[in-house]
């Protein structure tokens, strides 16, 4: 009885644009959009159904494992050349959006975006600690935003983990003016050592949904970027259970839980190395994912997103590359591959920081979403229809065959403790 547990919930707490936006431009949008990019990959063409968009580097917090450039000078893409890059996936069928940051709500040009795209749907990742309900009310009367609102843990965690006092007050009120205002919400957590006993429990779920709630998104952390923290990843028992828990907690609670790393069967999948999603940075480089912080290409190139996207030869190769190794994260299991990708391709750092290389090689490899033997198929009918229609592996994986895995060589950093001397600090997202 969960769907109409969820269903009621959301006629109950959220605005009725809020609902009909949701229903139409996310709902039926985002269904058509993936049909549209089944058809392109049919005849070799990939441009992902979700595209996320970094649109400033910029943030008012300092989270540790952050890759973005949060302390860098302010790079933004100007309002008119992320019109450009949404108008041209919009014409190629996408309709749904993912704007990140840093922080999207220092984005002065926020709201002036999202109204210039009516029948588009965003969601927007932040620490929600800049919206207030006058601002909350403004995206209510737009109805076709949802706000994803990241909590990494209890007071002390929270401002141990983000860089910053009195975090999670400041982000409750933000997320108590987005449900007060009727708006579609959710929550998302970074799972790591320091937060996971506290919130990948029924109880915290339970405060959410008694919150008004609508969704959450459990993440992992990669330890990535400038200053890694190798302790705060998760181990494979650890990543084991809260693919259990999540799969559990979906044939519990009238709570909608959203992943991005397994499919209907439970097999383990990359978003990049599927095509589904790719990244655009806040310099407009185009990215394979928001950890993989090289380019080729540029967004705001004048052939447009599409053309940029599906000539590709860096996307390509980074998709049937990680395809033919691992089922799960070549960032975190393959670093080497990443290095040599790049220096086939002679990819630009894109990030402002230009360290991004020596990153990849202070990584040692280690377990991703990928356990073989582990999988654990989805309980609840819901998940497993849409997961078998409009997120699988969309068969990537034909070629990858396990017995061919190689273990990835261990890098030279890895044997000193270099993972956590990269010179630079930076925030999570
Ligand atoms: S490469 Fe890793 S971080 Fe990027 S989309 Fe794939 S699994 Fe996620």
Redesign the pocket.
Same mark, same amino acid.
């Given at each position: 009885m969960i769907i109409p547990q969820i269903v009621y919930r959301a006629l109950k707490t959220a605005d009725p644009e809020c609902l009909r936006k949701a229903v139409f431009n996310l709902g039926i949008g985002t269904a058509r959009s993936v049909v549209k990019f089944k058809q392109r990959m049919k005849r070799g063409e990939y441009f992902p159904a979700f595209l996320y968009i970094s649109i400033l580097n910029s943030c008012n917090l300092r989270c540790q494992g952050c890759w973005v450039d949060v302390d860098k000078p302010r790079e933004a893409i100007p309002l008119d050349g992320l019109n450009r890059i949404i108008n041209d996936a919009r014409e190629n069928g996408n309709r749904f959006f993912g704007l990140l940051g840093g922080e999207p709500f220092m984005y002065p040009e926020l709201i002036d975006l999202i109204v210039q795209h009516p029948d588009c749907y965003f969601q927007i990742f932040t620490n929600g600690q800049l919206i207030t309900d006058k601002k909350a009310n403004q995206l209510r009367q737009l109805g076709n935003v949802t706000p994803l609102i990241s909590i990494e843990g209890s007071e002390i965690v929270s401002n141990e983990r983000r860089g910053g006092k009195d975090v999670l007050n400041r982000t409750l009120r933000g997320l108590d003016a987005c449900l007060n205002n009727g708006l579609l919400t959710g929550v998302a957590t970074s799972l790591c050592q320091s937060n996971i006993d506290d919130l990948l429990r029924e109880e915290w779920l339970s405060k959410l949904i008694d919150r008004g709630v609508h969704y959450a998104w459990y993440h992992t952390y990669?330890p990535v970027g400038p200053q890694i923290n190798p302790q705060l990843a998760l181990t494979p028992e650890q990543l084991r259970r809260v693919r259990q828990f999540v799969v559990d907690m979906r044939a519990k609670l009238p709570l909608l839980l959203i992943d991005?790393?397994y499919d209907h069967k439970g097999q383990a999948l #990359? *978003?990049?190395?599927t095509g589904i999603?790719h990244h655009i940075s806040p310099t407009g480089a185009v990215e394979? #994912? *928001?950890?993989?912080q090289f380019s080729r290409e540029s967004a705001l190139d004048s052939r447009g997103i599409y053309k940029t996207m599906t000539k590709s030869s860096f996307l390509k190769d980074f998709r049937e590359t990680?395809a033919k190794n691992t089922r799960?994260?070549?960032?975190?299991e393959r670093p080497d591959l990443v290095q040599s990708l790049v220096e086939r391709h002679d990819a630009e750092d894109s990030t402002i920081r230009k360290t991004a290389m020596s990153e990849i090689q202070s990584m040692s490899p280690r377990p991703?979403?990928y356990i073989p033997g582990e999988e654990i198929p989805e309980k609840h009918w819901m998940y497993r229809l849409a997961k078998s229609i409009f997120f699988n592996d969309f068969g990537a994986y034909s070629e990858f065959d396990p017995s061919k895995v190689v273990a990835a060589p261990a890098s030279e950093a890895s044997n000193s403790d270099s993972e956590s001397s990269v010179d630079d600090s930076n925030a999570t997202v």
């Open positions: 990669r991005s790393y #990359c *978003p990049m190395t999603s394979p #994912c *928001p950890i993989i990680a799960g994260c070549i960032v975190l991703s979403q």
